[in-house]
């Protein structure tokens, strides 16, 4: 398989990501001075409010080490969540260099052409590491950049180890996904199974952090190993042992990937459950197939059930560890001034602002991934059959945005039953009212990334998944930036996040309210008027 | 002609421009109900532009066509109740069993005939139990000819239906649309292959660089069809026999072994042939793109067979 043409195959992924990685890393390094202030007084009250806020993230970032310096703000903002975006890529590649290209019928092709399982698989996983180490470094080039533009230079070396570890995390990530995708049948669900089990160990790392005593199983997720590397910030090490188990993960899950692979037919999971030789000659008698918006649940229900667990069991997490947080907060003196801006009664306000913040990142990835099947029925040829069946072409948008409200209702409110039983369980008293309403609100925020989406699938389908997907990334960006950086509040306004408010605890911000329900309404009635000019299957 | 009168499909102007002389141009065309009519012509002809246009799945950027009377764009909901479609590429059902697909569409056109769908999948030995995504090539076609028969639709539309079928499911397939069209049904099926056309259109289009440049009978068809024979003698070659022969040109020989064409019947140069000592015999069949230049540039086929005998 010749590099150049490997190289090719993965090229949208490390272009986005060194991308990503040079822009985040610069302005977090460059920005510190801007935000922190120039003095060490002012770097020494800025650090006490990044450990308040960190505090109340630690599900999400490790604690920082000094953030009132340029190493410890740097280790702890950028590569903390660059620690998150890396193996969120990593699956992904993962599963499109197994069951993507399979699907595709392009493993076929190129084993049909004499290359080995071994050496497909060794050479995919060879160029993964070696673009995921070029994205990596480039990121590493703009951090070290940044510090000299903002005048504290950091050591080059240092930031090297912290890159180091994050590449030994990354193909760590790689190669779990790499050995999981080896089950599955399809893209869509190698990818989401991979998910389900880097979510479960960046848990068990969340876990570990947020929970005293910690729990012994936490420190076997690769994510604790990456968090043990702190090189950037002052007095910080680098951990040599936690970043050679790292890549001994990724060496032997890799491996078991790869004799896995040899084992198994194409397009079939290395354990194939035998069945009963049974034939059937008549149709289904599933009366859900037979009724508009349940036909396409039902063909959806393991996405929506796995979609409602997964939820409900991180608002469970996250209720879990308030009393933690809000025991620090109340105990900390330094704090206090932070907690007192919050509003109400510390253990809502922390629920409102840690959990509803975490439930739209969730329910805006969740439109997408709809957005991304409507836009992928346009190519499989599903809506030529619904086109070719006496349905007219604005129901079928309408039955698709149908189906999202209806996965988005029981997601939000099944995880939001969750909350409050699980915050009753802890002695943390929610008012119903404002939960249903901060629940509710939930979905025209969700709505908004699925109405866009469904704007471009009518006429460019290939932006209809990395638009809105951009329209998230940025304005959780702007959300988070925004007041760091001091930028005036219409910018701020910008991003959707804002949109929403903070129902659980403030009133109901109804400009966000309005504006987020024009653009579902405009969205969704764009997208059935071009659904009636638009071309199939040409 | 063998349709009762009464217009299933008509064509006016047809056109779809894609630019740089791709598209379907001006296309004329009426079907009447009980044909079964069959859209001859290589790749990327315009056959399946012409058939998306009828369904309504693009625009035409000039032109109309209607089915029924009824306009394919405008009352695109209320043709779709009349047809019954086989796209050229069989849609991705993924994980649902072939039983929940047959529901599943079942249900959009307003319920399922469950004796059909069995006396369908009987005939094609189509298990319904498996996935989608388990299934053969030949198994998801057969799936979709069940999709688009099960309804015994007024009129059948079918791009590259035998695509991927076997001989005998293919033979299986052309019994199941003379049955429809003795039912009263009208086909319209697309394919490249003219041999399988032969079997049961009443009337074939021939379309090329998105002109329809030949609308025939299966009688015309018949005469605008030939086979290159090559025969190898021990002895003298009969030339003169052969180029005497009826319905046989364009004769060439080199050594001991002679080529020629046959138009229709192969009892004359059989004839010919016995009077040298032929040690081995050739016949095949040119391909569909050799016919059309022949016929329509008035040249002859020289380029490979699609189907040889000995």
Sequence with gaps: MPPRLLLRQQRVGPIAMSYFAIAYSLINSAGFPLIAGKTAAAQAAFGTQMQALAAQITWLLPLPQNPGTLGGFVQWRAYGFLAIVFPAWALLSAAGATRGDEGKGLVETWLASGLSRTRYL???????????????????????????????????????????????????????????????????????????????????????????????????????????????????????????????????????????????????????????????????????????????????????????????????????????????????????????????????????????????????????????????????????????????????????????????????????????????????????????????????????????????????????????????????????????FRWPAWVADLSVFQLYGTPLVQPVFVGGLVAMLVVVIAGFSVAGGLMLRREVGA | MTGSGEVAIRAEGLTKDYGSGRGLFGLDLVVHRGETFGYLGPNGAGKSTTIRLLMGMIQATRGRASIFGLDCRRDAVEVKRHVGYVPGDVPQFGGLRGSEVVSYVGAMRGGVDSARVRELCEAFDLDLHRKFREYSRGNKQKLALVLALMNRPELLILDEPTSGLDPLNQQTFQELVRQATRDGATAFLSSHVLSEVEHICTRVGIIREGHLVGDRTLEELHELRFHTVEAEFTGPVPEEAVRSAAGVGDVRVEGSRLTCTVHGEFAPLLDALRQGHAVNLVSTEPSLESIFLAYYRGTQPDDAATSATT
């Design chain 1, 122 to 484: 060794t050479a995919r996983g060879a160029a993964f590491a070696c673009v995921s180490g070029l994205a990596l470094g480039a990121g590493g080039i703009a951090t070290w950049i940044g510090g000299i533009v903002g005048s504290s230079p950091l050591d080059p070396a240092r930031v090297l180890e912290s890159s180091i570890s994050l590449w030994a995390l990354t193909l760590s990530c790689y190669g779990i996904a790499l050995l999981l995708s080896q089950q599955t049948l399809t893209y869509r669900s190698a990818a989401g199974a991979s998910a389900c089990v880097l979510l479960v160990l960046f848990l068990l790392d969340s876990l570990q952090r947020s929970v005293s005593p910690s729990p012994l199983v936490g420190r076997f997720s690769v994510f604790s190993l990456n968090d043990r590397t702190t090189a950037l910030a002052p007095s910080g090490q680098f951990d040599v042992a936690a970043v050679l188990i790292l890549l001994a993960v990724a060496l032997v899950t890799g491996t078991a990937a790869a004799l896995a692979f040899q084992r198994r037919d194409l397009e079939a999971g290395l354990v194939r459950v035998r069945r009963h030789a049974r034939t059937a000659h008549a149709p289904a008698r599933n009366v859900l197939l037979g009724i508009p918006i349940l036909r396409g649940l039902w063909q959806r229900r393991l996405s929506v059930a796995a979609w409602t667990a997964g939820a409900s069991a991180l608002a469970a997490f996250i209720v879990a560890i308030i009393n933690g947080a809000a025991g620090l907060f109340t105990k900390t003196p330094s704090l206090q001034p932070f907690l007192r801006g919050l509003g109400g009664e510390v253990h809502v306000a922390l629920l409102g602002l840690i959990w509803f913040a975490l439930a739209q990142t969730l329910l805006s990835i969740l439109a997408i991934t709809y957005v991304w099947r409507w836009a992928d029925e346009d190519t499989n040829g599903m809506l030529e059959l619904q086109l070719s069946q006496p349905v007219s072409r604005v129901s079928v948008t309408f039955e698709r945005a149908a189906e999202l409200l209806v996965t988005l209702v029981v997601v939000t409110f099944v995880s939001s039953l969750v909350v409050m039983l699980v915050a009753s369980a802890n002695h943390i008293t929610v008012g119903a009212g404002s939960m249903l309403l901060a629940t509710v609100l939930l979905i025209p925020f969700a709505l908004t990334f699925a109405a866009v989406g469904a704007v471009l699938a009518g006429f460019r389908p290939r932006l209809a998944v990395g638009v809105p997907a951009t329209v998230s990334i940025a304005s959780y960006l702007l959300f988070q930036l925004a007041p760091a």
